[in-house]
């Protein structure tokens, strides 16, 4: 895939509703949270006292909810939008995460608004948002990552210099509506900083996969923030580990041998091997008007894990090439010529990594036996290597 194509108005619009319910499941439920505490602290210094409450700021601030979407649809190029979507995503848990940590209250009282159309837009906010989840500033971190997004995106000079004042407007607006002290402000920049530096827009492919892990995690914790329980920690600290994993690369991370886990890496890595698990299972009942491995070329097969009923129909004398790194091997194959080369799931295969593989497929065909290969749900992995196969070796 070019990561520097234009993006499809499909790809734009999911990644922006899937953001969208980050922030809509995170924001109000650490809004939720410090409402049931009955005493809580702010940040604010004595001279904020003196700032100035300017009621016409509620217009830049409100249209950070604009920015949100405009730049989902107004990002150049793939790698764009991943990046966009996951600081959005880091800024978001990250925030949420803090708020739920260390709940605080904006201290000041608001004066009565006269003129309409402000007081219209400060009642509606006030449906939305209450005055807590203070530190970090959310509008201050978004307004970093919603400049990096769009800058590429405005070619004028002024334009761009139009772009920058406006949210550097909406930046200070958090203070002048009397939304955040100054300190939450400074939380927020540093919170985009940390966005921009931490995940740039041309990292590591695999790191977006790592980053998925991790932001699941954080939604672990706060539900244990929420609810309490040691499951939800577990939760969170399993989905770290695998996140590591995909960080590091390290495909043999669940140790699997001869088909197996050992019990260690069940007590480890249990959610993960059972939403795997469930996945297979939901897979086999969507494509069960389907065959479960195809003829992928002379000799070699190719599909998904199966079940015992479905290994029966292989042919005998079958070589097991089994690249799924998160299920355990059917028991009737294990006992074949059986070989595992995990993959990481939703990676593609790097030379390295394939090079054994297809030394494996090549020593079996020139023995002329027939060879399965397959990974996990027969979608991805194992496509891939039968394809490098047919292009590199056969031909």
Known sequence: MNRHAAPSMQQRVTQLALNGALFGVCYPLTNYLAQRHQELGNVAMAWEAA??????????YMTSGLFFVLSFLLVRDRAGLSALSRRLAFATVVACLVFAAWPLRFSLPRPAVDDALPAWLFAQLAAVDQ??????SLHVAYCLIFWAALRSAVTSAIMRAALAAWLMLVAM??????????LDVAGGAVLGALALHLLPADGDVRKPVAFCYTVLAGLAALAWFAQGGLWWLYLCASLLLVARAYYLHHAAFLHKRDGRYPLWIWLLYAPYLCGYLLTWQLVRWHERHRPPFVRHSEGLWVGRRLTEAEAAQLPADCAIIDLSNELSETPALRGRSYHHFPLLDLQAPDAQSARPILAAISAHAAQGRAIYLHCAMGYRRSRQIAQLYKEHYQQ
Request: hydrophobic letters at 40%; glycine letters at 0%; aromatic letters at 20%.
């Open 51 to 60: 700032l100035p409450f300017l009621p016409w700021m509620v217009l830049p």
């Open 131 to 136: 005055p807590y989840n203070q530190l970090p």
């Open 173 to 182: 607006s958090t203070v002048f509506t009397y939304q955040h002290h100054a």
